[in-house]
């Protein structure tokens, strides 16, 4: 899979700061965020919607196959959701029982697969010599 690059400024993730500090909402959003992990349709769904409208973020994030894909789609559905940051997110996160977090993994697996099955050029050049 091709990598693709994009100046973090670009970012939609970025711009709807999901990398910003400030938790004045706190537990409001880590409730919205674990309710969002915790619903399946929802997760899949709002997934769905970060792969449709923050193409940069999502090629940035999904095309780095050595990146936690699975993360970044968790955070990317409550920065999208509710505006939450990643801090809040893993927050979050940590309330969830294993199975939930199984669940929402195979989830953002499903949506990754999503984003891969777009031909975007991820797949350039596969199968062919990589030396000479």
Not at 37 to 66: A, C, H, P, Q, T
Not at 67 to 87: D, F, H, T
Request: glycine share 4%; charged share 30%; proline share 1%.
């Amino acid at each position: 899979m091709n990598r693709i690059y994009h100046k973090y400024t670009e970012w939609e993730d970025f711009k709807n700061g999901m990398f910003e500090t400030d938790n004045s909402n706190d537990a409001e959003l880590i409730n919205k965020s674990f309710e969002l992990l915790s619903n399946e349709d929802l997760f899949y769904r709002i997934g769905l919607k970060v792969l449709e409208n923050w193409v940069v973020s999502s090629d940035v994030n999904l095309s780095n196959i050595n990146s936690n894909r699975q993360s970044w789609i968790g955070q990317a559905a409550c920065s999208y959701y509710v505006k939450a940051n990643e801090s809040i997110t893993r927050k979050a996160w940590s309330m969830l029982s294993d199975i939930k977090k199984l669940k929402a993994n195979l989830i953002a697996d499903k949506i990754i697969k999503q984003y891969e099955k777009k031909d975007r050029g991820l797949y350039k050049n596969v199968g062919e010599p990589m030396l000479f």
